[in-house]
Every structure is written in C-alpha cells, then in structure tokens.
Nanobody, 123 residues
C-alpha cells in the first residue's frame, strides 16, 4: 500500500546543491517517519536523515551530512525533501527514501522503499 517515488538526482560539481524529493502515498507524512538512505558501489547502505511526523516532526542526521543537508516535509503534497548543499564527491551514491512507523537507523527496519535516484558529485 505504501509507495515512495524519489526524484531530483543528477550530476553536480563539488560544492554544488541538489534537492531530492520523495513523493509518498499510502500513508500521511504527518503520521509516519520518512528516511533517506544512500548506497555507494561496494558500500553498505547507510542512513542519511529522517523526519518523523509520528513523533511531531523530529529530525535526525548522520554526522557526515550535518550542517549540509536539511530534511523537510510538505503535508499538502505528502512529500519529503532532502536539500543537499556543499556536496562532496563522497556523497556520490544512489539515494533512497524509506517509510517506517518511526525513525530507525538501520535499513533493515524499513519495509517500504522507493526505487532510488542517482546522485553523482564530481571533483
């Protein structure tokens, strides 16, 4: 029932910005937690950020992106966004959004995933 569709990925030079979108259906973002994960080739899928409407809009960020990325939600569009600034080559990965009743750090906690969107940051 829950469906997630990511968009907004692309190629950007180091120091640039991208805004990823996650369109959500099946649940209301105000009542659920939506997280962003990323996975680079040969690396483990890692949590990037999460926003928990079920917990009153609380947010979480990985240390590697604090101060550069901002997660937000738009209840009217039932979407979650990830604004990524000051991008670095090490941010290159496929970015996925995922849904869970509450924010959790492990990808295995999430049963609902989008298809992913590629973010490539060139040096």
């Amino acid at each position: 029932e829950v469906q997630l569709v990511e968009s907004g990925g692309g190629l950007v030079q180091a120091g640039g910005s991208l805004r990823l979108s996650c369109a959500v259906s099946g649940v209301n973002v105000d009542d659920y937690a939506i997280a962003w994960f990323r996975q680079a080739p040969g690396k483990e899928r890692e949590g990037v950020s999460c926003i928990s409407g079920s917990d009153g809009g609380g947010t979480w960020y990985a240390d590697s992106v604090k101060g550069r990325f901002t997660i937000s939600s738009d209840t009217a569009r039932n979407s979650v966004y990830l604004q990524m600034n000051s991008l670095k080559p090490e941010d290159t990965a496929v970015y996925y959004c995922a849904a869970n009743p509450r924010c959790r750090s492990r990808s295995s906690s999430y049963n609902n995933w989008g298809q992913g969107t590629q973010v490539t940051v060139s040096s």
